[in-house]
């Protein structure tokens, strides 16, 4: 192992709690660099998930590109990690249907993402925290990822990939701690995927000082597709067909789900998650209104 991880030692497990049955997902994760002159690299992406669209998907093929082009990292793994149920946003399905359609959605349209049920099966996980608990599994468990002639093994950076909104929310007041977002973009990093409506500079106008862990990706075929439009859709009987992948589809149709508005469509237990919730509610009904 190099010496750039016995500088900066993983956290102990102690700090960190497992759901029933858990096993960290390795199906897919590349347990060998290809280039032995790069640094592995993997790309966690936190969210609800309610449902996961194409756009989530497409999120990691952008930073994949961006990754090769002008870094030198190797991407070894890609993972959803859905958020539990305990984050009560509005329009928050059960974590079992949300982490089943990442599922299908990684397995049945991708080569290389994995699903990481860890934070969804248990009671809140902040984001800092799930990042750590990939750092432990990759890093300390599974002891980095070798070199192609085996001669070494190599810690993985995990780095945060997000949208410009979920960025945007690191500079409102009382929605992330100070030592989160220093853990958070200090150690780990993070990749933003440009968001319409979500101005990128102005996002990380106040996360100026980890400017060098930041990388902006910018959007090259504007899309806009959310997962509350897609419920609002199903809630209005309008096809959801080519936002989502089929099987994703497939899977809502035989379950009946995001039919009415759900448990917590109005229990608006996170005042930011709903009132964003509700922002994005009357501009997708607007555009529903328009077509
Ligand atoms: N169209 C998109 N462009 C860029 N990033 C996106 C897009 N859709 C989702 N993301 C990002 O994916 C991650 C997970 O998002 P999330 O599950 O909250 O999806 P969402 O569509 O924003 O959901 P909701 O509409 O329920 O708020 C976040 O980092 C979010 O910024
Ligand atoms: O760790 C935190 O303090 C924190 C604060 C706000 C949001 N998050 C995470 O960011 C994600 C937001 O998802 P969403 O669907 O509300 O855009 C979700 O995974 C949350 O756990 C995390």
Known sequence: MSSDMNSSPPPPPAVLSYPPNYTFPTHRLSRV?????????VLVACGSFSPVTYLHLR???MAKDYVR???DFEIV????SPVSDQYKKPG?????????MCNLAAEQTSQWLMVDPWEAFQSYQRTAVVLDHFEYEINTRLGGIATADGAEKKPARVMLLAGSDLIATMSEPGVWSEPDLDHIL???GVLIIERAGADMDQAIDSLARWRHNIHLIHQLVQNDVSSTKVRLFLRRGLSVRYL????????????GLYMDDGPNASAASGAVAAEKEKGKEKEA???TAAC
């Open 92 to 100: 928050l399905l059960s974590a079992h249907h949300r982490v089943n």
């Open 69 to 71: 082009q002008n870094t």
């Open 244 to 255: 989502l992948p089929a099987p994703v589809v497939d899977y809502i149709e035989e379950h």
């Open 77 to 80: 793994g890609g993972y959803l």
């Open 33 to 41: 660099l290809r280039n032995p002159d790069k640094q592995p690299l």
């Open 285 to 287: 009904s607007t555009s």
């Open 59 to 61: 999120m990691f093929e």
């Open 186 to 188: 200090g150690r780990y």
